[in-house]
């Protein structure tokens, strides 16, 4: 590993941490290149990655800090962290293991609820979700992603009143979010609010989305065209 590695990846760090994504970005391209010893740029290098949708790029990122001896915090973030590209390159299987492995010798966090709840939906094991994104809900109430989950998971098994209840919570936490948007516009439309759904359709559709948002331009198009029908 190289000086002048670090001297970049201390650069991509510091910019990332102040939200300017693009200037981290070529920064932590050019650490890429001349190495860096230190695991916890390596693996924001793969937050990167991720959110530009190099799942691969992203997870040999992640296995390269793991190698580096990282603290025990830092390697927990890092399997959970690969396991969400795991699941993003299609493998949701070898996710939802590694989150449940994460899950009973680390214990749960914030992040590893809205994660694995979300799976668990993903998976189609309603009430096995249910249970668990409750639970994560008793944990912590104002999350907008373990919210979300649960509004999802109460609308996919038809139970629109609660599904309603907890995205609109998500919603009050993070109004810009395309996933809740998107949820709410499908409510609104199962309730017969089309003007209402429209609205929504409209923000998500000029909402801010990376490659780890799982709306996706052909779902906004779909839910457009089901509004537009008479």
Not at 103 to 122: F, M
Not at 150 to 161: E, I, K, P, R, V
Not at 203 to 225: H, I, S, Y
Request: some cysteine; proline content about 2%.
């Amino acid at each position: 590993m190289s000086i002048t590695g670090n001297i970049y990846g201390s650069l991509a760090y510091y910019n990332h941490l102040r939200g300017k994504l693009d200037v981290a970005e070529r920064y932590y391209v050019k650490m890429a290149k001349y190495g860096c010893s230190d695991p916890k740029m390596v693996a924001a290098y793969g937050l990167i990655q991720m959110r530009k949708g190099q799942f691969k790029e992203a997870v040999e990122s992640f296995n390269q800090a793991r190698g580096m001896n990282p603290s025990a915090e830092m390697r927990t973030k890092i399997r959970l962290n690969r396991a969400v590209a795991y699941y993003k390159l299609g493998d949701l299987e070898r996710a939802l293991k590694a989150l449940e492995d994460i899950r009973e010798t680390v214990g749960v966090s914030e992040r590893l609820y809205e994660t694995l709840g979300y799976l668990y939906i993903v998976k189609g094991d309603l009430e096995r979700a249910l249970a668990f994104n409750l639970e994560a809900y008793e944990y912590e109430d104002s999350n907008h992603a373990i919210l979300d989950n649960l509004g999802q998971t109460y609308m996919m098994m038809g139970d629109w009143s609660n599904a309603r209840l907890y995205c609109e919570k998500a919603l009050a936490e993070k109004p810009d979010q395309v996933d809740i948007l998107y949820h709410m516009a499908q409510i609104e439309l199962h309730d017969g609010n089309r003007e209402q759904a429209r609205r929504y359709a409209e923000k998500a559709g000029q909402a801010p989305r990376t490659a780890l948002n799982d709306v996706t331009d052909e779902m906004l198009a779909q839910l457009k065209a089901q509004l537009a029908e008479a």
